[in-house]
């Protein structure tokens, strides 16, 4: 009995110490350093385009259905999401003695006819200089502002923060486009751009932080380099006449492939390096990954800050690489909400979906790739600066930052579950919260800093972690 009461002790002990070994192992090729004294970007947005389901394509007309459920989901984009950012759209076709948009809402044409007459450019006089108020047609641009825009502003303005916005001039190559052609004539841009933010300003008040000189140029006929470089300076010149000096946003190629190429022929039209602010790229095409650094060296070189600014397939991974490789200040998927059938399959392109005749179920939910998206925007906050943070093991990687207010954060997106060790966080109390496939948001046991200690956090499965340091 001795000898086998002996044996069972020693297999116990055995067993505890391959336990500890075993959680000393996973700790240790899991641990996390924050170094509070390196410093990179500074945070200016977390973007989303003024987009819900107003086209309703299949009914080939508009639909205002969206507006009953708006207030609901403004809210949750600002306080669950923490979106701080909108763009809003000027398309070329607003140049145009015919207010297509108005007789699309009014329920006058359908879906197809107004797509028709999107770029359709029709030139207001033969002076860029002077302006025919009726050649310019602005209720598509007032729909924006007046039902998504302002109702944002409110809700941000009750946090304390202000909504950043950014005007986008939009020229894709379709049909009905017109032979007017504002890619080879910068000042008849420049007038455009001009009198938009004029309306802007004196129809709501609003004057637009940010110009982004076109959206995504390589989809268009004549937009390169030069063409950009030459409308920024022209836009530039004219706003500065009227008393408007925006964030200036190019050249925002789809593919951020070609990000370098465009940017290197705009760049080398002189005065654009003294003008410009933001290098922006979208990331559709091939993987942006291998195009992040040549992005960021030529920012860099200049002392440009970096935007990625559309990805509707955007998750939490590219995030992270755009944040830490390209050094992004400003990132967006894409649109607010959209409609969906339950089951359908489709892939989300909106930070939100509304689901239709669900029994039983949430009606309104965060998009599947925004859930995860939330774990970083709605911790990190505008002006806030991103820190040191290198990992053991790149299955987990770090970012961390310090917002304005003096907190820390530290987000991990993990790619497995295991156990992680954080150290280098400042003293002081942490909120904690993951989500996984299976949770959403959810919070842990609140955790203590202690000067020159760690501390090791589950994570249940591959996701996203975030500390937030409580003041």
């Known amino acids: 009995m001795i000898r086998i009461a002996a044996a069972l002790g020693i297999l116990l002990l055995l067993a505890i110490t391959a336990y500890a070994c075993r959680w000393l192992w996973l700790t240790r090729d899991s641990v996390i350093w924050v170094d509070p004294g390196q410093s990179y970007q500074t945070i200016n947005g977390w973007e989303v385009t003024a987009r819900m389901w107003e086209y309703d394509k299949a009914g080939d007309r508009y639909t205002s259905d969206w507006e009953q459920d708006s207030e609901e989901i403004f809210d949750r984009l600002i306080n669950e999401l923490g979106i701080n950012r909108i763009r809003i759209e000027i398309r070329s076709g607003a140049e145009n003695p015919v207010d297509y948009w108005q007789q699309f809402e009014a329920g006058e044409i359908g879906y197809l006819e107004v797509k028709r007459h999107f770029y359709e450019k029709v030139n207001d006089n033969d002076d860029p200089e002077i302006a025919d108020p009726g050649g310019f047609q602005f209720s598509f641009i007032d729909h924006q502002v007046e039902r998504i825009l302002r109702p944002l502003q409110r809700l941000?303005?009750?946090?304390?923060?202000?909504?950043?916005?950014?005007?986008?001039?939009?020229?894709f190559n379709k049909l009905d486009a017109g032979d007017y052609d504002h890619a080879l004539l910068p000042e008849e841009y420049?007038?455009?751009?001009?009198?938009?933010?004029?309306?802007?300003?004196?129809?709501?008040?609003?004057?637009?932080?940010?110009?982004?000189?076109?959206?995504?140029?390589?989809?268009?006929?004549?937009?390169?380099?030069?063409?950009?470089?030459?409308?920024?300076?022209?836009?530039?010149?004219?706003?500065?006449?009227?008393?408007?000096?925006?964030?200036?946003?190019?050249?925002?190629?789809?593919?951020?492939?070609?990000a370098a190429a465009y940017f290197d022929e705009m760049i080398a039209v002189e005065g654009v390096a003294a003008k410009l602010d933001s290098f922006a790229y979208h990331r559709y095409g091939m993987p942006a990954f291998f195009v992040l650094d040549d992005i960021w060296e030529r920012a860099e070189r200049f002392g440009l800050r970096t935007a990625m600014l559309e990805h509707t397939q955007a998750n939490a991974d590219s995030l992270h690489e755009d944040l830490s490789v390209a050094n992004v200040s400003a990132w967006q998927q894409y649109g607010i909400a959209e409609r969906a059938a339950p089951g359908s399959g489709k892939v989300w392109t909106s930070c939100y979906v509304m689901y239709q005749g669900v029994q039983g179920a949430e009606k309104i939910q965060l998009g599947g790739k925004a859930r995860?998206?939330?774990?970083?925007?709605?911790?990190?906050?505008?002006?806030?600066v991103r820190l040191g943070a290198t990992t053991s093991n790149g299955a987990k990687a770090p970012v961390a930052f310090r917002n304005r207010d003096g907190s820390h954060?530290?987000?991990i997106n993990s790619q497995k579950r295991g156990l992680i060790e954080v150290r280098g966080l400042p003293e002081g109390r942490y909120a904690a919260s993951v989500t996984t496939e299976a949770q959403t948001a959810e919070e842990l046991p609140l955790?203590?800093?202690?000067?020159?200690?760690?501390?090791?956090f589950e994570m249940p499965d591959s996701g996203v972690l975030t500390l937030k340091q409580l003041n």
């Not at 933010?197 to 008040?205: I, M, P, S, Y």
């Not at 000096?245 to 951020?256: N, R």
């Not at 955790?447 to 090791?456: F, N, R, S």
Request: proline share 4%.
């Open 156 to 171: 941000m303005a009750n946090k304390g923060e202000r909504l950043l916005v950014n005007l986008c001039y939009v020229d």
């Open 190 to 258: 420049a007038e455009l751009i001009a009198t938009t933010f004029k309306h802007l300003d004196q129809a709501h008040g609003l004057v637009p932080d940010m110009l982004e000189i076109i959206l995504e140029p390589d989809n268009s006929k004549n937009w390169r380099g030069k063409q950009i470089g030459e409308a920024l300076l022209a836009a530039s010149r004219r706003l500065a006449d009227s008393g408007y000096e925006p964030e200036l946003i190019a050249p925002s190629t789809s593919h951020s492939h070609r």
């Open 372 to 384: 995860y998206l939330a774990q970083y925007f709605k911790h990190i906050r505008e002006g806030a």
């Open 409 to 411: 954060v530290l987000v």
């Open 447 to 456: 955790a203590l800093a202690v000067k020159g200690e760690g501390w090791v």
